[in-house]
């Protein structure tokens, strides 16, 4: 059984899975720039590829 492991009883309840994640504070800070990066490229690209083309003189 290593560090971060805790022995349940029969009778105790297993952690909830929002409880599990939200004690990982690392997997949460990259879980929050990776989408924000994702949604803001994506987002970036679809501007770009549906703009009018220029008119030039």
């Known amino acids: 059984m290593g560090p971060n492991e805790v022995a349940h009883a029969e009778g105790d309840p297993e952690i909830p899975f929002m409880q599990r994640l939200f004690d990982r504070p690392f997997l949460l800070l990259f879980l929050g720039v ?10 970036g690209l679809i501007e770009i590829l549906t703009m009018p083309q220029a008119t030039l003189p």
Do not use: R
């Open 34 to 43: 990776s989408v924000v990066g994702i949604f803001y490229t994506l987002w």
